[in-house]
């Protein structure tokens, strides 16, 4: 299963360097279409030059050129993004596919051949069954910048006007789009269960159950559900029982 289908409202950041403009401009569209079709949100941005990237090098995949003008080299480029511990996967463009051997500098993702530009969908597809094995989700905040969640931080979800609140185990939170049981399906598999109307718990941080309320790690209580106390209390000791296990 592909995480993306899965999950309607999640975004990624995609950036693209390649100094042609004519394929940079190729590159995006199969890109933006892959997303459309999909249904999910993301955040594109495209560079002509690999110093123009660097500067704000904020980026989940980066699609880049091997070959850049101005003496650029996509592989030198790779080398300074492991150098300062840059986590982003790269995937190389080139029409030239014997430089593909050099690719173990720097551990590269994907080679895309700029003949084959339908290869960019394969390499998304396999990035974001990555992301649901690192427990990465994406999601558009209010101002519509995509933001990166990890659910092994993710206490609870709950409902805030129009919008999800996220709140994480450090105390920091997020408001993003979405439907709170249309989350709630999705993050199912992960551990996560809508207790009542308004909350979505991680299963994992709940350290006390009783016949009305559930107590999270942080001290935070919240109210089953009437509706949903049956079927919590099933999957709650499912799933305490499948990790203590």
């Known amino acids: 299963m592909v995480w993306a289908g899965a999950w309607r409202g ?20 199969v890109i933006e279409e892959y997303f459309k079709d999909k249904n999910i949100l993301s955040e594109i941005k495209s ?12 980026t989940d995949l980066l699609f880049l050129d091997i070959e850049l003008e101005e003496g650029e080299d996509g592989f030198d480029i790779a080398e300074q993004l492991m150098h300062f511990g840059n986590q982003c996967k790269v995937c190389f463009l080139t029409s030239h596919t014997e430089m593909t051997r050099l690719g173990y500098r720097v ?15 394969e390499a998304l597809d396999f990035f974001l069954e990555t992301r649901i094995q690192d427990r990465i989700i994406y999601c558009k905040d209010n101002t519509g910048i995509c933001k990166k969640i990890n659910l092994n ?5 709950e409902t805030y006007g129009r919008k999800l609140k996220y709140r994480m185990l450090d105390g920091s939170e997020y408001f993003c ?12 598999q992960f551990g996560f269960f809508q207790i009542q109307r308004s909350y979505i718990v991680n299963l994992k941080y709940i350290e006390k159950v009783n016949s009305r309320e559930v107590a999270l790690c942080n001290g935070v209580e919240v109210v089953i559900g009437r509706a949903h106390s049956k079927e919590f209390k099933k999957e709650f000791f499912k799933w305490r029982m499948r990790f203590d296990n």
């Open 177 to 188: 789009e979405g439907r709170i049981s249309e989350t709630a399906k999705n993050l199912s």
């Open 107 to 121: 551990n590269a993702f994907r080679y895309i051949d700029k003949k084959h530009l339908e290869e960019i969908n």
């Open 10 to 29: 999640t975004g990624m950041k995609i950036g693209i360097v390649e100094d042609e403009a004519v394929w940079r401009d190729k590159i995006q569209a």
């Open 47 to 58: 560079y002509s030059s690999g110093k123009d990237f660097m500067e704000n090098a904020d």
């Open 153 to 157: 931080e993710l206490l609870l979800i």
